[in-house]
Every structure is written in structure tokens, then in C-alpha cells.
């Protein structure tokens, strides 16, 4: 088992490299790596819980959830999130909120990095 | 080093990839970035896919745009999440997103 | 596991989007990443500003009196402060004819270190010296 940490900067509505972000790391727990997630500037608006899915729109919530349910470590930049107007007790449960030295450290810790930084 | 490069988009504007020097390099096509596998831009093939015989194009964002499997040019292997999983642990030491 | 090499790789102009700032402050933030790491683990990145990823850089920056954001040129005084390696293109400052003394330092401030301009070869250097390279 080998370990993978991505990082996901693009919003999950307007830029479809979320959606990749998230298939790659359920394939990669699929075959029996650990990931961990990090969400940073427009994508962590994607965090905020009982989002509503309109087929026009990619939706995150319960794709999050599932990878949550197999073991996919993640975590919100807290100040890219606050100021987007969300606050803690909004989140989906089981995400974490800190600040970017958590994607530092698990960068440290990691096989591989994919670092998506578009807008 | 041995790079894995990720192309999402079509439209390249800037010229990083022309510059990165690695010994082994792979070039990993998706969202509009498959269109480098499929488009012949006035007649001819994208000028990526002369950079290295290592190129990959994600089956999952071809069936998206309505892309064929036989449109693929003959040099991009198809491949899916699983196998970008293993190109990514197994052939390349570090990724790009470009 | 020691000391981790990352190159952050700054490749699209500051104040259109987010990411080429947000390269700058995650790259500070390896000042206190250790409080989350065992004894003896550190990361380091270096700063590497490339393509139209130089442009934005210069000093005399008022962001924060037009939009009241922090501007990039106080994000880079305070990359220096907590010693980040910091390298320019120089080929790419000569493309956008920007020349070399209009980039910041923070002498003024205390920083022992200065933004390097630097050939694209240093760059490269740079990042196949990295484990982990990170493009924004």
C-alpha cells in the first residue's frame, strides 16, 4: 500500500477537475492506497453539507461522503473557507478544517503528490 | 526524474511543458485535454503528442465528449482511473498538472 | 523521514486567480508544518516563478489600498522573512521586459535572504532536486 495526497484548488461547480480528483482517489482506495485530500481556495466551497444536486451542476456532498466511508483522510483550508461564508458547524461531517501546513505534513508523508492548482 | 504530466486543457497558453527537461516523461491527457488525442487542427496532429511515446488519454473523458475509442490517435494508449492510479505509483516518480 | 524537498512552481499571474497567491502562502506555511510532523521531519519549498508567473511580482504594489487584499509583494517580503528560497526566471523577466531591480527584497524588513533571478536551468534544477513538485 502506498500512499497518495492530492491537492484540489479548482471549485466543484464551473472547473471539472474536481470531479477528476475525486474519481482518481476512489480508484486509488480501490486498489489499496491511502490518500488524503486537501481542499483549498474555490474548492472549499465544497464542504458545506446538505448541498442539492441539480444535474446541471457537479455535485460533491455525497461523493465525499463516500470516500469519507472508505477511509479517505480530508481537510478544508479553514480561512479559504470562512471566507467563502462558511462556517464549521455548516460542514459535512468528517472533514477536517485546519490550516496549509495539514497538506504540507501530509505531503511530507506521501509516496505521491497530484496537485491540482487551477482556478 | 521521471515525470507524469497532466494536460487538462486543449489550449495550451503557456510553454512549461516545452521546457521541462526529464529523463522519462508521460503525458497524461484528460478533460479537454483528450482533444490532443482526437483533433487534427488544420489538417494535423497535436504537437504534444511528439514530445514523448509515453501518452495516455482517460477513456471515462472521451466517453464524456462522445469521442470514440477508434478516433484515438494510434501513439495514446487508453486507459482508465485504475490505470492512471498505477501509472501514477508505478511509472512516474512525480506528477504535474499543467 | 528528514527533510522533504517540494518545488512550488508559480506559473499563471497574480491577481487574476487565486492560485498563484495561495502557492505563497502554503509555501510559507512550512514555517510551522512541524508541529504536525515527529522530531526531526521538515519540509522545504522553494518558491519558483516561471512563464506568466512573473508577471505581478514588482514592487510598489497597492492592493491593499484598491481592493484591501494583501498584495503579493508584502506575500513575498513575508516569504523572505521566514527564509524561503525564492527564484525568478530570468529569461521570462526579459520576455516581459520587466527589469531585474524592480522585484522586491525586505532588506528593510530584516530578511537575510533575496528573491533570486535566476536562468530557467536553475528552475529545472530546483524541481528534479524536489520530491514533490506542485504547479500553480
Known amino acids: 500500500m502506498a500512499t497518495l495526497t492530492i491537492g484540489v484548488f479548482p471549485g466543484l461547480v464551473g472547473n471539472m477537475a474536481y470531479d477528476f480528483a475525486l474519481k482518481l482517489a476512489a480508484a486509488a482506495v480501490d486498489k489499496g492506497h491511502k490518500v488524503s485530500i486537501w481542499f483549498s481556495g474555490n474548492a472549499t466551497g465544497s464542504v458545506k453539507a446538505n448541498q442539492k444536486h441539480l444535474k446541471d451542476y457537479s455535485t460533491g456532498e455525497k461523493h465525499l461522503k463516500a470516500l469519507l466511508e472508505k477511509g479517505v483522510e480530508m481537510c478544508t483550508c479553514e480561512a479559504c473557507t470562512v471566507a467563502r461564508g462558511i462556517q464549521k458547524p455548516e460542514g459535512i461531517e468528517g472533514i477536517q478544517w485546519n490550516a496549509m501546513h495539514w497538506y504540507l505534513a501530509k505531503i511530507h508523508g506521501a509516496d505521491r503528490v497530484l496537485h491540482i492548482g487551477g482556478e | ?98 | 523521514m528528514g527533510d522533504v524537498k517540494l518545488a512550488f512552481v508559480v506559473q499563471r499571474p497574480q491577481y487574476k486567480g487565486e492560485t498563484s497567491r495561495l502557492a505563497i502562502t502554503h509555501a510559507i506555511a512550512y514555517q510551522t508544518v512541524e508541529i504536525l510532523l515527529e522530531d526531526g521531519d521538515t519540509v522545504t519549498p522553494t518558491l519558483c516563478f516561471i512563464g506568466e508567473g512573473v508577471l505581478g511580482l514588482q514592487k510598489g504594489q497597492k492592493a491593499m489600498d484598491t481592493y484591501g487584499i494583501t498584495s503579493t509583494e508584502t506575500h513575498l517580503k513575508n516569504a523572505l522573512l521566514v527564509d524561503l528560497d525564492v527564484l525568478v526566471c530570468k529569461e521570462d523577466l526579459e520576455k516581459y521586459g520587466i527589469p531585474e531591480d524592480s522585484i522586491p527584497d525586505a532588506e528593510e524588513m530584516g530578511a537575510d535572504k533575496t528573491i533570486r533571478v535566476v536562468p530557467f536551468s536553475e528552475i529545472q534544477k530546483a524541481i528534479e532536486d524536489a520530491k514533490h513538485v506542485l504547479f500553480f
Open chain 2, 1 to 98: 526524474m521521471k515525470l507524469g504530466v497532466f494536460v487538462s486543457d486543449y489550449t495550451i497558453t503557456v510553454d512549461t511543458l516545452d521546457r521541462l527537461k526529464a529523463e522519462k516523461l508521460g503525458i497524461i491527457l484528460v478533460a479537454n485535454g483528450v482533444y490532443h488525442a482526437t483533433i487534427k487542427e488544420n489538417g494535423k496532429t497535436s504537437p504534444l503528442l511528439d514530445k514523448t511515446p509515453n501518452l495516455y488519454v482517460l477513456s471515462e473523458d472521451l466517453q464524456t465528449r462522445g469521442i470514440a475509442e477508434s478516433d484515438v490517435d494510434k501513439r495514446v494508449k487508453v486507459v482508465n482511473y485504475g490505470d492512471v492510479v498505477d501509472l501514477i505509483f508505478n511509472e512516474y516518480e512525480k506528477t504535474a498538472w499543467l
